[in-house]
């Protein structure tokens, strides 16, 4: 494990405990519908994200710990990837759409580097989308070849992202990846989002953040609302609960009450355009609500 690996992984496991164990899959790269395919090489996530859709996954793998706790690593990924390979057309790859591929396990396991080798060398496009600074070891990997490096930030506010991110990189971390990955030549984007509704959703901290990805450089900007995925609202409600009390009957509204959810992303919607017409980043931001 290198030192970077090492230090991102005790500071996840200094925040909480996780179980981590070995199993096996039959596939790895999958059909997708935000891209032509996904690859995921672990099932749970120590970042812990309040917000996260991926908690879903637990109605179809029950695990006695609570999402964030837990990690499945697809120990025979490389091998069930090279048999997927022998007949896959190449296409994009989404490296991951739901369990970040370079949370704190990877710093010890190394699949999402080896599968990410040979996806590249088989002519696949990789699309990277994480908050770990740990990418930062692979941009070697992906210098000079059919790649995209991306992260996704919920909020310009380090205070916030603790409280919604546990055990995700930094914001600084964050944006660093854009930076090394712009030295190595690589195409870079972002994805800001889910906005924080009357947290991180005001013009002024959209176009704050248009701002840094203006400054960056950044090729292409995704902004996200809140959604109401499985098993979302109940992390949502606690940490409301905790922190923002007054906050946890609008949230309610807003994922729950269709008037008042069509309501909300319209006028975020608009914020955001307004925001990226200031910053003049308007061709660059893209919507997925």
Same mark, same amino acid.
Request: proline share 4%.
């Given at each position: 494990?290198?030192?970077?690996?090492?230090?991102? /992984?005790?500071?996840?496991?200094?925040?909480?405990? +996780?179980?981590?164990?070995?199993?096996?899959?039959?596939?790895?790269? =999958?059909? *997708?519908?935000? *891209?032509?395919?996904?690859?995921?090489?672990?099932?749970?996530?120590?970042?812990?994200?309040?917000?996260?859709?991926?908690?879903?996954?637990?109605?179809?793998?029950?695990?006695?710990?609570?999402?964030? /706790?837990?990690?499945?690593?697809?120990? =025979?990924?490389?091998?069930?990837?090279?048999?997927?390979? @022998? @007949?896959?057309?190449?296409?994009?790859?989404?490296?991951? *759409?739901?369990?970040?591929?370079?949370?704190? +396990? /990877?710093?010890?396991?190394?699949?999402?580097?080896?599968?990410?080798?040979?996806?590249?060398?088989?002519?696949?496009?990789? =699309?990277?989308?994480?908050? *770990?600074?740990?990418?930062?070891?692979?941009?070697?990997?992906?210098?000079?070849?059919?790649?995209?490096?991306?992260?996704?930030?919920?909020?310009?506010?380090?205070?916030?992202?603790?409280?919604? /991110?546990?055990?995700?990189?930094?914001?600084?971390?964050?944006?660093?990846?854009?930076?090394?990955?712009?030295?190595?030549?690589?195409? !870079?984007?972002?994805?800001?989002?889910?906005?924080?509704?009357?947290?991180?959703?005001?013009?002024?901290?959209?176009?704050?953040?248009?701002?840094?990805?203006?400054?960056?450089?950044? =090729?292409?900007?995704?902004?996200?609302?809140?959604?109401?995925?499985?098993?979302?609202?109940?992390?949502?409600? !606690?940490?409301?609960?905790?922190?923002?009390?007054?906050?946890?009957?609008?949230?309610?509204?807003?994922?729950?009450?269709?008037?008042?959810?069509?309501?909300?992303?319209?006028?975020?919607? !608009?914020?955001?355009?307004?925001?990226?017409?200031?910053?003049?980043?308007?061709?660059?931001?893209?919507?997925?609500?």
């Amino acid at each position: 494990m290198d030192r970077l690996g090492e230090t991102l /992984e005790a500071a996840a496991a200094a925040r909480r405990q +996780v179980a981590v164990r070995e199993t096996v899959c039959k596939t790895l790269l =999958n059909r *997708s519908g935000i *891209s032509d395919y996904s690859l995921n090489c672990y099932t749970g996530c120590a970042h812990a994200c309040a917000y996260c859709y991926a908690r879903s996954m637990q109605g179809f793998h029950p695990h006695a710990e609570s999402w964030g /706790e837990f990690v499945d690593v697809k120990g =025979n990924a490389v091998e069930v990837l090279k048999r997927q390979l @022998r @007949r896959a057309e190449p296409g994009d790859v989404f490296v991951s *759409s739901a369990c970040d591929a370079w949370q704190p +396990v /990877e710093a010890r396991y190394g699949l999402t580097r080896r599968c990410c080798e040979l996806l590249l060398e088989r002519g696949f496009q990789v =699309n990277v989308l994480t908050k *770990s600074a740990l990418v930062l070891r692979d941009l070697e990997v992906f210098a000079g070849r059919t790649a995209q490096i991306g992260t996704t930030i919920t909020t310009l506010d380090e205070r916030l992202a603790r409280l919604w /991110e546990p055990g995700a990189g930094t914001i600084d971390q964050r944006f660093q990846v854009i930076e090394e990955a712009r030295r190595w030549g690589l195409p !870079t984007s972002v994805m800001f989002g889910p906005l924080l509704p009357w947290l991180s959703d005001d013009e002024a901290s959209i176009e704050a953040m248009f701002r840094r990805a203006k400054t960056l450089g950044i =090729n292409r900007i995704w902004v996200d609302g809140l959604n109401p995925r499985p098993r979302v609202w109940p992390a949502v409600a !606690t940490l409301l609960r905790r922190h923002f009390p007054e906050l946890r009957e609008p949230y309610r509204r807003v994922l729950f009450d269709k008037t008042a959810r069509n309501r909300y992303l319209v006028e975020l919607g !608009t914020r955001v355009r307004a925001a990226a017409e200031r910053v003049g980043v308007a061709d660059r931001v893209g919507a997925c609500f």
